[in-house]
């Protein structure tokens, strides 16, 4: 760019040095008698010449702008990248939350050693679902009941969000006794059925009587 804009300043120089000797060669002709029937065509070859230099003077000009707007770098609006960043954050967090299993296992689970069928009670002693699909979640998910030395005692089917199962029953009979239990809910998507994302598991406590 400096060297466009130093040719320009050359170029001007030469312009004005070119229009002084036009004006004083103009000004001998002027006084000199023998020149005096050429004169109008003198005059007419100078506005031409000048005419042509005004030209070469104006594309100069048009070229160091047109360089100028294209070298000069053009960043984007700060406006327009905290709005675009805070688009895509809200769509990330959307994805994460969609992506989320939020499971409820109750505390303390009962099972009868006779039917071997489960059931919770909230504290003033009515029942309660076992193990639920929160309505937060985007997905069906089931659940695995193991014990702790990874025995399955429970595998249930498809629940759908906003649903539960209030009397699972175990699939392996325990005697009477109180167990360390682990409930692992794994997600499938709605549509296909297939699992989808990782898996949530709570801890929970069996009592079999």
Known sequence: MSELL??????LQNIEIL??????????????????????????????RIAIIAVVVAAIIAVVVAAFLLLSPHEPEASSIKDAATTTQEQLD??????RLWISVANTIYADSATDTCYATD??????????????????????????????????EIIKPGNGIESPKLSQHLEPGTYSIIAT?????AESHNAAGGTVAAQSTLVVK
């Not at 809910?185 to 998507?189: E, F, I, K, L, R």
């Open 6 to 11: 130093e040719k320009l300043y050359i170029t």
């Open 19 to 48: 229009r002084v000797s036009l004006r004083l060669q103009k000004r001998k002709e002027t006084n000199t008698m023998e020149l005096e029937n050429n004169e109008e065509g003198n005059g007419k070859g100078n506005k031409k």
């Open 185 to 189: 809910a794994q997600g499938y998507d």
């Open 123 to 156: 504290k003033d002693g009515n029942k309660i679902t076992v193990l639920d699909n929160r309505e937060e979640n985007s997905r069906d998910i089931s659940y695995t009941v193991t014990l702790e030395d990874g025995t399955e005692i429970y595998q249930s």
């Open 94 to 99: 959307e994805e994460a939350m969609k992506s």
